[in-house]
């Protein structure tokens, strides 16, 4: 297929910045790109689906210019784990690595953490590209320094900043992705819009109700109004642990229900993105408490949300107190001082503007009002 397009722009993290490329059906240009950087050795990492789906163009192609080596596991989040970091290592020193290997991450946000972590430690540093092939990393991972894997009690425990020398995105191998995969990267996407630019939200209207979100028109629109957003913030605050607390919005209930969901239904529950929508319809709720937004913004929530065919109720079978429990405990706390009965949560005065302090944009929000909203959100006969 020919290529349609070819589009470059430049991802500027507080002063470290790396070129992110992108277009639709320009999977060869990616691999000469990549075969122009002299490397010595690839080393592909990915994982098993992605590797079958798309892994044999990539391969040959790279195939032409270096040896190529090439490490994959069963996909899913229990990739990112250290004893799948120190084999990947110890099989990249043993298969001949020098400090003019290229590490390619190849798949979805997993596989692009793990190749990061291996990428920064491996002597010290080598050079990491990604090639992207989920909305969530193509609109969200790889366009971040933070490089993590998790450890046997959490998520994302243990991990560095590291800057690719590039991304590398063919719009083209999103086509492959279930529906709920690609409505996950698209839920952040809504975020940054809802959250940081405001001005594009009746674009953003537009094109969702529109439908077909897999359109390539529509996933370039979104990328490019992610990296927008994203850069925005990231340029003040590269490590995103002041100004850039705002891309947490929807992420306090949010990450407590995946948490409830996947205890129960594991990789059957909703994807990361779905569950940070389910958020923001709570922030959204808790914001119009304090007077913030109002009646006609919590309903731009609720409309991008069925838009993007997001669930708008927390799944059957959990229950408020479940997901009170995760709230207690939010990784949040640690940037605000807060009581016992308080979670640090990100809230909006209106569209793309939060409370708190442009350098810190946490609210403490009393218990009883997040649960309030959760239990707003509950199913039908469980409220
Ligand atoms: N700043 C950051 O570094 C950052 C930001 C956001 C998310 N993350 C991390 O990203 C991870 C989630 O990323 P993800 O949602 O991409 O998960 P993932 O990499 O597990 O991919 C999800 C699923 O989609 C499949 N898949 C990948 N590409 C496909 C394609 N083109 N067609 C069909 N199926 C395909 C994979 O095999 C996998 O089963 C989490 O571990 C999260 O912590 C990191």
Not at 79 to 101: Q, T
Not at 170 to 186: C, E, H, I, M, N
Not at 329 to 342: I, M
Request: charged letters at 20%; one cysteine or more; a negative charge.
């Amino acid at each position: 297929m020919a290529e349609t397009d070819w589009n470059t722009r430049p991802v500027d993290l507080g002063g470290v910045v790396y070129p992110y490329h992108y277009g639709v059906d320009c999977l060869d240009r990616i691999v000469d790109e990549l075969g122009a950087m002299g490397a010595d050795r690839f080393f592909v990492v990915t994982d098993d689906h992605v590797l079958a789906l798309h892994g044999e163009r990539l391969l040959s192609g790279l195939g032409a210019h270096a040896p190529v080596e090439v490490l994959s596991l069963p996909p899913g989040d229990g990739m990112k784990a250290l004893p799948n970091l120190a084999a990947h290592v110890e099989h990249v020193i043993a298969a001949g690595a020098s400090r003019r290997s290229v590490v390619v991450a190849f798949g979805g946000g997993v596989p692009g953490n793990l190749a990061g972590v291996v990428a920064s430690l491996l002597f010290r540093g080598v050079r990491l590209v990604h090639v992207p092939t989920t909305t969530v990393a193509a609109m969200d991972s790889v366009i971040s320094l933070k490089q993590a894997i998790n450890s046997s009690r959490g998520k994302n425990h243990i991990g560095t900043y590291r800057a690719p020398e590039a991304v590398y995105l063919d719009v083209r191998l999103l086509a492959t992705l279930p529906d709920k995969q690609l409505r996950s990267g698209l839920c952040e996407a809504t975020k940054n819009c809802l959250a940081i630019r405001p001005d594009s939200i009746p674009e953003m209207r537009r094109r969702l109700a529109a439908g077909n979100l897999a359109a390539p028109e529509t996933l370039v629109w979104l990328l490019e109004e992610s990296l927008t957003a994203k850069t925005a913030v990231t340029r003040r605050d590269p490590y995103e642990q002041g100004s850039g607390l705002v891309l947490e919005y929807g992420h306090t209930v949010g990450h407590a229900v995946e948490m409830c969901d996947q205890r129960l239904r594991g990789a059957e529950g909703l994807s990361h993105g779905e569950a940070v929508m389910l958020g923001m319809l709570a922030a959204a709720r808790i914001s119009r408490t304090r007077g913030g937004l109002d009646d006609a913004s919590v309903t731009v929530h609720e409309e991008l949300a069925q838009a993007l065919g997001a669930p708008t109720r927390v799944p059957e079978r959990i229950s408020v107190e479940q997901v009170m429990d995760v709230v207690r405990v939010d990784n949040k706390r640690g940037y605000l001082p807060v009581s016992g009965e308080e979670a640090a949560m990100v809230l909006l005065r209106e569209h793309g503007v939060p409370y708190g302090t442009p350098d810190l944009p946490l609210t403490a929000v009393p218990l009883e009002i997040v649960k309030e909203a959760v239990t707003d959100l509950m199913p039908g006969d469980a409220r």
